[in-house]
């Protein structure tokens, strides 16, 4: 079976059909100064960028990353390089080295994007990359040697002409987007190119919005929200949005819902939240009567956040849960259902959720148990990335285990409880103990540690580090501002433990496996319960 081509969905067909002059994104600085950017420009640019990777001899399913902060140039480069079917992979400009190795050596990235400020960390990993071939620097004027190009100057010399299938199969590789798990490296959920009826139609059915409606969503594109709902959906639907180019900031973002006259805005509770914590004189200048409805998503939105913004923006706030896994929102809210405050909702059409227990048979309602999900929806991940094993495990038959614990209740609304593994979501980004751990590890001064996640009123979960320190070695605000950078230059800024707690014994069972519930419930001052298992 054959579907679109996502770039041809997003952008060549709006051209074709006589709308290349179609507004379709409005671009937001820093400083809030506004530029509007048309179907014709991003199907002109991405055409630009197409034509150097096939002159590059890119094939079909090769792996391009795009290692950029949020910018024009990260949206094009996403669909040119889907114009080649090759497969993109956008990371977190936050990264550090070994969080970029690990994702460019599984991904085996051929070639990747970037620009000057982040070159470093490619270089000093570089060496242990044999896929990668060549380093395309965005703001870089002339060529460095064979390997590291100038993008400028190689679009100047190719040229912008690309002619490309509009129709793939549907199970053309599209995209990977890479999370983490509570142990081992990360996994690249892979998504194809058929994906996108089911995010193109939940997107309507959810989002609901009008002609001319204008939309924001605030994700970053390095995460599944930015992909499908910040740039897939919207663009393929012919939607109006704006984009913020910076990170978030409370006063530049209240003016942008004001200036831009937002109907629809998706975004995440840890906004919410960090929001509530602004002056309350900082809403009542500001007129919001545009805002028609806001979404949220990445983390449970909790009743009190709920209240607030809702008094706050005079609006309805509808939660949405999905992953990076499912490929589009699986379980919501949306008009007309009224909304039960806590709960994620229920689920969207072509969407079977139910409770389990660990035999896979169907709970009641009111019963705890695995959240699960019906195979056979369209956007649905094909797999983990040179990792068969670690998917294998996600199904029971024709059951997909969502990893999440949560309950229905009488009236069908699910309701999130946590995560059934260790991973820690943390201001709506999910991550894996065992990256931090491994990065403190090689902290000459620390010889054991473990990691867990704790309730934070901010950030929904914050990152707690114990550690056991080499004999003789005593804690410091020196030690710990360097175990903040090397976590930060290791792994992820999002990673970067909130507290440190020095402690004589990592907890681990005889199997040397850490037990989290034991420091967690140290941490909270619990009762750790049966530590019969403890080595």
């Not at 139910?354 to 705890?368: S, T």
């Not at 004999?471 to 175990?483: F, I, M, P, T, V």
Request: overall charge neutral.
């Amino acid at each position: 079976m054959f579907v679109e081509n996502i770039a041809y969905a997003c952008v060549t067909r709006f051209v074709e059909n006589g709308q290349e002059r179609r507004e379709a994104l409005r671009w937001i600085e820093n400083d809030l100064s506004t530029e509007s950017f048309t179907f014709a420009y991003f199907e002109r640019e991405s055409n630009r960028l197409a034509a150097v990777l096939k002159q590059l001899n890119v094939k079909p399913g090769d792996t391009i990353s795009i290692f950029l902060p949020r910018s024009l140039q990260l949206i094009n480069s996403f669909f040119g390089i889907l114009k080649n079917q090759a497969v993109s992979c956008i990371l977190f400009s936050t990264l550090g080295e070994e969080g970029l190795l690990d994702r460019l050596s599984n991904s085996q990235t051929r070639i990747i994007l970037t620009r000057r400020s982040l070159l470093r960390k490619i270089i000093a990993i570089k060496d242990r990359l044999p896929a990668l071939k060549k380093i395309l620097v965005t703001d870089l004027d002339d060529h460095q040697d064979d390997t590291i190009l100038s993008l400028k100057r190689l679009i100047a010399v190719t040229g912008g002409l690309f002619d490309y299938p509009h129709m793939v199969d549907k199970e053309t590789p599209a995209f990977l987007q890479y999370t983490s798990g509570s142990t081992g490296k990360p996994k690249g959920a892979l998504h194809v190119h058929g994906a996108l009826g089911d995010m193109r139609q939940s997107f309507r059915d959810i989002m609901q919005l009008e002609e001319r409606d204008i939309y924001w969503c605030t994700a970053d594109p390095a995460w599944i929200t930015g992909i499908v709902y910040g740039l897939i959906a919207p663009f393929s639907s012919g939607a109006l949005q704006a984009q913020y180019s910076g990170s978030y900031n409370a006063a530049s973002w209240l003016k942008i819902l004001q200036n831009q006259k937002v109907n629809v805005w998706y975004t995440a509770p840890t906004a919410l939240r960090m929001l509530m914590q602004e002056d309350e004189n900082a809403f009542l200048t500001l007129d919001f009567s545009s805002l028609k409805r806001i979404y949220s998503v990445g983390e449970p939105l909790n009743p009190e956040i709920y209240h607030w913004g809702r008094k706050t923006f005079k609006v309805e706030i509808y939660d949405t849960w999905w992953q990076s896994e499912t490929g589009s929102m699986m379980i919501g809210n949306h008009p007309p259902m009224p909304v039960k405050p806590g709960s994620m909702g229920k689920p969207r059409s072509g969407a079977e959720a139910f409770i389990c227990n660990e035999n896979m048979d169907i709970l009641p309602a009111g019963e705890q148990g695995l959240l699960c999900l019906r195979m056979g929806w369209g956007s649905m991940f094909r797999g983990y990335f040179h990792n068969d094993a670690a998917y294998a495990e996600k199904f029971q038959g024709e059951i997909y285990i969502t990893g999440d614990l949560a309950w229905r209740d009488e009236d069908g609304y699910f309701w999130y409880v946590s995560r059934a593994d260790d991973v820690i979501n943390t201001a709506g980004h999910l991550v894996g103990p065992f990256e931090v751990e491994s990065a403190l590890l090689e902290i000459e001064e620390i010889v054991d540690v473990a990691v867990i996640g704790a309730d934070d009123p901010l950030l929904h979960k914050k990152i707690i580090a114990f550690v056991k320190l080499r004999n003789g070695q005593a804690w410091s605000r020196e030690l710990e501002l360097k175990c903040r950078i090397y976590v930060s230059n290791k792994v992820s800024t999002t990673a970067i433990p909130a507290e440190f707690r020095v402690i004589n014994r990592i907890p681990k069972n005889q199997s040397g496996k850490i037990l989290r519930r034991v420091l967690k419930a140290v941490y909270e001052g619990k009762d750790p319960g049966d530590i019969s298992t403890m080595e």
